[in-house]
């Protein structure tokens, strides 16, 4: 960073010392959202550009892969609104209102179990297959929730995430929680309880 | 689901530590299927040449380094001694292709005469020069001699008293240039 704020012939070190240091953790991480290798890695290299732009906001306090990764998030988010996929949501709708309705009951109940091999696949299977669903519908949802899960985002933090007040912050994650309840039931149905299978 | 149900969803769900609560397991079940199911990452390699070439690129598409090649440094003081040398190298050329020469000037008979160590060589060049700048001159050789003789504009103009500045040679009284060359005894 010290080398980029510099700036003249260094950057072409800096840049490469980046690629090196962090191109495999940032791909890993875009990969998990952006299907696509080669779409990920020129998010990855985007991302890459813009720290440079920036790097004069960099506080230099904190650590420096995490204020990479807020930009890279910041791309992805981009790149996922570009792409227009966004299905609309209307939890009015009388089936996802049982949906939400169902998964709120469920998880009155205590997370199964299963204690065996085949049934942890299923479980998982189930998962994957409803991600994957969910993903498509709703992807600027679904990838807040994987990197709250996986990185524990806070409240403020996706309030920068996204650019939104405090307020508006908050609607998004319940539409978050209700998106992932419609999308998710049939997993939660077997995650949760006595009936799971 | 309120306000606040849904934060404690979202603190469990990023793993802090929340009240046993339904949306906790709710928040629980997903945070375990996510980080559980998470893709082993791809390999890839640390460094790759084609990739950082790529990254530059991008980077002269932003405007941020030249997107021109950029040639090899040298050293100032390798700079400095190749340059000396090519200077030198030139002289030593130059040397070679002027010939000594030794001008008599003001003869008896009004001829000039010069030493040269290739006389032709000294001939075809002082011709050259005064017809380049518009003499009519003539060269000749008989008996070893390499002579020129040529009639000079009158006023002399100053490119025609330049080239014969430049080899020594005296304007003549009467505007008749008379030059003869020789070999060193």
Redesign the interface.
């Given at each position: 960073m010290r080398a980029c704020r510099e700036g003249g012939t260094a950057?072409?070190q800096a840049?490469?010392r980046l690629?090196?240091e962090f191109?495999?953790v940032l791909?890993?991480r875009a990969?998990?959202i952006i299907r696509d290798?080669d779409a990920a890695?020129d998010l990855v290299?985007?991302t890459?550009?813009k720290v440079?732009?920036r790097c004069a906001t960099y506080q230099g306090t904190s650590e420096l892969l995490p204020w990479i990764e807020a930009i890279l998030r910041h791309g992805v988010l981009d790149a996922l609104r570009r792409s227009g996929r966004e299905v609309a949501f209307d939890e009015d709708d009388e089936l996802n209102a049982r949906l939400a309705a169902h998964?709120?009951e469920l998880?009155?109940?205590?997370?199964a179990t299963p204690d065996d091999e085949l049934r942890r696949t299923q479980v998982?299977e189930c998962?994957?297959k409803c991600?994957e669903k969910f993903e498509a519908a709703a992807p600027s949802h679904a990838a807040v929730?994987?990197w709250?899960?996986?990185d524990?985002?806070?409240?403020e933090e996706i309030a920068e995430l996204l650019d939104r007040s405090p307020g508006a912050t908050?609607e998004f994650?319940?539409q978050c929680?209700?998106r992932?309840r419609v999308h998710?039931a049939e997993?939660?149905s077997l995650?949760?309880g006595k009936d799971a299978p | 689901m309120s306000a606040s149900d849904d934060l404690e969803w979202l603190d469990a769900l990023a793993g802090r530590d929340t009240r046993p609560s339904p949306a906790h397991r709710e928040a629980m079940v997903l945070r375990a299927a996510l980080r559980a199911g998470a893709a082993p990452a791809t390999p890839v390699p640390t460094a790759d040449l084609a990739r950082e070439a790529s990254l530059l690129a991008r980077a002269a598409r932003a405007g941020l380094i030249d997107a021109a090649p950029r040639r090899p440094r040298w050293p100032l003081p390798l700079a400095a001694g190749v340059l000396l040398m090519l200077g030198a190298a030139v002289l030593v050329q130059m040397l070679r292709l002027t010939p000594p020469t030794t001008v008599v000037r003001g003869d008896d008979d009004g001829v000039v005469h010069i030493t040269a160590t290739n006389p032709a060589e000294l001939k075809r060049r002082i011709l050259d020069e005064l017809r380049a700048a518009g003499v009519d001159a003539t060269g000749y050789e008989a008996l070893n001699v390499h002579g020129i003789d040529a009639d000079l504009p009158t006023p002399l103009p100053p490119q025609v008293g330049r080239v014969l500045a430049t080899h020594d040679i005296p304007v003549p009284a009467d505007g008749v240039l008379r030059i003869e060359i020789r070999s060193p005894e």
């Open positions: 950057i072409e840049l490469r690629d090196r191109f495999a791909f890993a990969r998990r290798a890695r290299q985007d890459f550009i440079w732009q998964v709120a998880s009155q109940q205590d997370i998982a998962f994957q991600w929730i994987s709250i899960a996986a524990g985002l806070s409240h908050r994650i319940s929680r209700k992932a998710l997993w939660y995650a949760f | -």
